[in-house]
């Protein structure tokens, strides 16, 4: 039997109207629902961080240090970063991304305008297919998605950037990264 028998045809195109807007309304409350619960614990201090680095670069820049490479270099390796990290990571995508920082930062002045030329970036979540983003700064990005394990051989060595990552075992990836930035005298 059916259950549309009749009914007129335009009150069909109004059922089917009503019940296309509430499951549009009901996913977009689960759509805000879900982007609330995926943005707690995030950076949310992406314009403090940059206005700082900008400061400190500048104070760099007074004390007549310079850059180490042209500033197209940074603007480059800032989108590069943005492209390994956006969506869903791996391992490979983060060791990417910590490539190009390195390849950039060879001192404190190359990190402060590094994370002045990100600025403040949307990525993409994993998992919301583009649909649910959150605003970083370069330190939150690096802090929040470096966050694989990773094993360093030895045996080929690994280079990221021309550094040569030292063997052992690394719960998060951002560890590579920080014990890098470390010898250079940066605290991520």
Known sequence: MKT???IPTWAKGVIAVAVTGG??????????VLKKALDKGKDDTPKETVSAAAS????ELRK???????????????????KHLNGCETLGSEL?????????????????????????KDVADCGTWGFVKTRYS??????????TF?????TPPTKLGGYVVPSGY????????QKYLKGIGITL
Do not use: H, R
């Not at 690394?170 to 990264?177: A, G, K, M, T």
């Open 23 to 32: 499951a549009v309304f009901i996913g977009y409350q689960i759509y805000k």
């Open 170 to 177: 690394y719960s998060d990836s951002v560890e590579i990264l």
């Open 150 to 154: 990773a094993l360093i051989t030895p």
């Open 4 to 6: 549309t028998q009749g």
């Open 138 to 147: 370069l330190q939150g990005l690096l802090k929040e998605q470096l966050d």
């Open 96 to 120: 990417s991304a910590i490539g190009e920082v390195i390849k950039v930062v060879k001192k404190p002045i190359d990190w402060y305008y590094l994370t002045k030329v990100f600025g403040e």
């Open 56 to 59: 400190d670069y500048e104070n």
């Open 64 to 82: 007549g240090e310079k850059l180490s490479f042209p500033q197209s270099a940074y603007a480059a390796s800032a989108e590069a970063i943005v």
